[in-house]
């Protein structure tokens, strides 16, 4: 089964904090999103990754940044927390080897609050 | 905006057969259908996804009507754990893939 793991499922941290949350799968897949979840906003992407070393933004990424440094791992960072970022984190994967339809795979989430 | 329209909520009860229905009547050729679901406070959780073809996996069935702008979930023998909410959702594969979810069903499971 493809797992993704995001490091930490709640966390509260302080207004202006930096942020670390972590992302890792265990299937070699090329693609790697960070989305939040707000109620009654749905889904939205941050920023996506399909390599190593390479980053695109998505609809929402001020306030955020990501690395990318090996294949399996994708980092969010918050680098200076505020509390309109209080949110649920989410990460994901896909493959991009044309398998039929590519599915994209979650993580278990990661609350944030930011007091 | 989600491209997919489906009832606020479903009830169903324990042992039987759930049928979550989806409309998606603007659906392209290339586009997958694909279903999630989510659990109180956790990631989505895929379950099948399908093009044209009827599909099966060990969660679920996936009935797809020929034309196409329709489809069905079906959970063969609904348990309390699959109480949540499914997200029926139409997408191309893509490396810029921004999944849209609409409200999706909110699925009971009456004991």
């Known amino acids: 089964d493809v797992k993704v793991t995001q490091s930490s499922r709640y966390l509260v941290k302080r207004t202006g904090e930096k942020v670390f949350l972590e992302c890792v799968q265990d299937?070699?897949?090329?693609?790697m999103f960070w989305y939040r979840q707000d109620p009654g906003l749905g889904l939205r992407l941050i920023y996506f990754?399909?390599?190593?070393?390479?980053?695109e933004k998505g609809d929402i990424p001020e306030g955020y940044s990501v690395s990318r440094e090996k294949k399996e791992r994708f980092s969010l960072i918050l680098e200076s927390a505020s509390t309109n970022q209080t949110s649920m984190y989410l990460c994901a994967s896909s493959s991009a080897r044309g398998i039929s339809g590519n599915t994209i795979y979650f993580g278990e989430g990661s609350w944030l609050t930011v007091v | 905006d989600a491209k997919t329209t489906q009832p606020p909520s479903m009830d169903c009860a324990e042992g039987r057969a759930a049928n979550l229905p989806c409309n998606h009547s603007?659906?392209?050729?290339?586009?997958?259908v694909y279903w999630y679901r989510q659990i109180h406070s956790q990631g989505p959780q895929y379950i099948i996804h399908?093009?044209?073809n009827n599909e099966t996996n060990e969660m679920a069935s996936l009935i797809i009507t020929e034309d196409r702008k329709s489809s069905t979930l079906i959970l063969p023998h609904a348990t309390l754990r699959d109480t949540a909410v499914y997200y029926c959702?139409?997408?191309?594969?893509?490396?810029?893939?921004?999944?849209?979810f609409g409200k999706g069903t909110r699925l009971h499971i009456l004991p």
């Open positions: 959702i139409v997408r191309v594969p893509n490396r810029d893939d921004k999944i849209i």
């Open positions: 603007t659906i392209s050729g290339n586009e997958y």
């Open positions: 990754s399909y390599d190593v070393k390479m980053k």
């Open positions: 299937m070699d897949h090329e693609n």
């Open positions: 399908g093009l044209k």
